[in-house]
T-cell receptor
Framework: DTGVSQDPRHKITKRGQNVTFRCDPI?????LYWYRQTLGQGPEFLTY????????KSRLLSDRFSAERPKGSFSTLEIQRTEQGDSAMYLC??????????FGPGTRLTVL | AQSVTQLGSHVSVSEGALVLLRCNYS??????LFWYVQYPNQGLQLLLK??????LVKGINGFEAEFKKSETSFHLTKPSAHMSDAAEYFC??????????????FGTGTRLKVLA
């Protein structure tokens, strides 16, 4: 069990650029979650996959955000035309059905 | 809708003193409740969880929490603080049962400072 991994750990980009983050869950976990954490706040739910199906999206996930989990294993989160308000820590978590979530180390995004 | 309130965004205790971090929840269904700890620039580590079994839950690093339905509370305690306990602590609630998203709703966090 190598835990949940995320790549990159840090990303600095200029406003208007596109960025993509990757999450590799624990191998037998079929549920995968994305959260966003801004400074001084708790994580907020963005979206959820069960296997390759994206089953729920938060209203926080604007049209500029898209997430995929093509083969039910790793997942990507893409942000198009980044804005300064997108600066945050993006956390990925995975779990078995009905079990608690294991979190990755996060990707810290800074939009200049 | 589910929600979590953590009273006190900053708590300071002396090393060796009792740690008490407060969490109150709101849920229309039997909740699952969690405490996570976050060290700077790191992800979240599970401290303990309540999933409708024993109301007094013991976790890692000497932490424990008690689920009190009548008070809708799930406060985190540790008898004796250690310098390494300095971190941010998050309480979270999730819907229970065998189906559902199981997404977490987090509180805003409590930053614990341990004084030498």
């Amino acid at each position: 069990d190598t835990g949940v991994s995320q790549d990159p750990r840090h990303k600095i980009t200029k406003r208007g650029q596109n960025v993509t983050f990757r999450c590799d869950p624990i191998s037998e976990h079929n549920r995968l979650y994305w959260y966003r954490q801004t400074l001084g706040q708790g994580p907020e739910f963005l979206t959820y996959f069960q296997n390759e199906a994206q089953l729920e999206k938060s209203r926080l996930l604007s049209d500029r955000f898209s997430a995929e989990r093509p083969k039910g294993s790793f997942s990507t989160l893409e942000i198009q035309r980044t804005e300064q308000g997108d600066s945050a820590m993006y956390l990925c978590a995975s779990s078995l059905p009905g079990r608690w979530q294991f979190f990755g180390p996060g990707t810290r995004l800074t939009v200049l | 809708a589910q929600s979590v309130t953590q009273l006190g965004s900053h708590v300071s205790v002396s090393e060796g003193a009792l740690v008490l971090l407060r969490c109150n929840y709101s849920s229309s269904v039997p909740p699952y409740l969690f405490w996570y700890v976050q060290y700077p620039n790191q992800g979240l580590q599970l401290l303990l969880k309540y999933t409708s079994a024993a109301t007094l839950v013991k976790g890692i690093n000497g932490f424990e929490a008690e689920f009190k339905k009548s008070e809708t509370s799930f406060h985190l305690t540790k008898p004796s603080a250690h310098m390494s306990d300095a971190a941010e602590y998050f309480c979270a609630v999730s819907e229970g049962g065998t189906s559902g998203t199981y997404k977490y709703i987090f509180g805003t966090g409590t930053r614990l400072k341990v004084l030498a």
